[in-house]
């Protein structure tokens, strides 16, 4: 297989990659779970008793659509490295690993809200509250946020270790920018996690987390744009 041939792989493997994280925002972004809640949604937390009495199955359906975000990235990475210039190798090789380590906590999440929390809201008793409050989302204090914003903290560092596999003019410079500003988002929301984990669910936390939906669907649109400019000059090579 020549270079050329292994680049045109790459790229293709990046925009499927870029697309699936745009699906990935849409299903599981604000207006997916805005949709949830007017369908059957849960109130605010007061306890495991009253969210196993308000769950439904619907509750699920945004993790699932947070699945196509995570294997978008999972995809994206790789392709990035392959396409990256060899000075540049090893950083993107770092935001690989560390894009790996994002999917692997992320997915606990996802496990634990469309498996094994609705089991034990399906097969109730008194025992299981604690592990409902540890696992469920709508607990703004539990285990499952820490590792959300620390997982996307992580996956913050990759896409700014990645940035300069794009370039400084046009849709490339904005898919830098952007990636840049997405570590310094990412990283902020775990630190500040860190100090008031139910942060998440205060007002400038709903809000900062509409606006990095906004920044991702944004940074993907960009990557899109970019790796399909460069498919297109790889084509007619």
């Known amino acids: 297989m020549t270079y050329s041939e292994k680049a045109s792989g790459a790229l293709r493997a990046g925009i499927a990659g870029a697309v699936l994280t745009v699906i990935g925002i849409i299903l599981s972004g604000p207006l997916a779970l805005i949709i949830v809640n007017l369908v059957h949604g849960q109130p605010s937390w007061q306890g495991a008793q009253a969210f196993v009495q308000n769950y439904h199955p619907i509750q699920t359906a945004p993790f699932f659509g947070g699945i196509a975000l995570v294997l978008g990235y999972v995809v994206l990475m790789p392709a990035l490295y392959h396409v990256a210039p060899e000075r540049?190798?090893?950083?993107?090789?770092?935001?690989t690993v560390l894009t790996g380590a994002f999917a692997t906590l992320?997915?606990?999440?996802?496990?634990?809200?469309?498996?094994?929390?609705p089991v034990l809201a399906r097969n109730y008793?008194?025992?299981?509250d604690v592990l409902i409050?540890?696992?469920?989302f709508s607990n703004p204090n539990s285990l499952c946020w820490a590792i959300e914003?620390?997982?996307?903290?992580?996956l913050g560092l990759?896409?700014?270790l990645a940035a300069p596999v794009f370039g400084a003019t046009?849709?490339?410079?904005?898919?830098?920018?952007?990636?840049?500003a997405n570590g310094i988002f990412s990283i902020a929301g775990a630190l500040i996690v860190s100090f008031?984990?139910?942060?998440?669910?205060?007002?400038?936390g709903l809000l900062s987390y509409a606006a990095w939906n906004v920044l991702v669907l944004a940074l993907s649109i960009c990557i899109i744009g970019a790796l399909k400019r460069r498919q297109r000059y790889q084509e007619a090579l």
């Open 88 to 95: 540049k190798k090893t950083r993107v090789l770092a935001a």
């Open 170 to 180: 046009g849709v490339e410079k904005s898919a830098r920018v952007l990636m840049v």
């Open 106 to 117: 992320i997915f606990f999440n996802y496990i634990n809200q469309t498996t094994f929390v």
């Open 149 to 154: 914003m620390w997982g996307y903290g992580l």
């Open 196 to 204: 008031e984990l139910s942060w998440v669910f205060t007002p400038a």
């Open 158 to 160: 990759a896409t700014w």
């Open 125 to 128: 008793r008194p025992e299981y």
């Open 133 to 136: 409050s540890a696992f469920s």
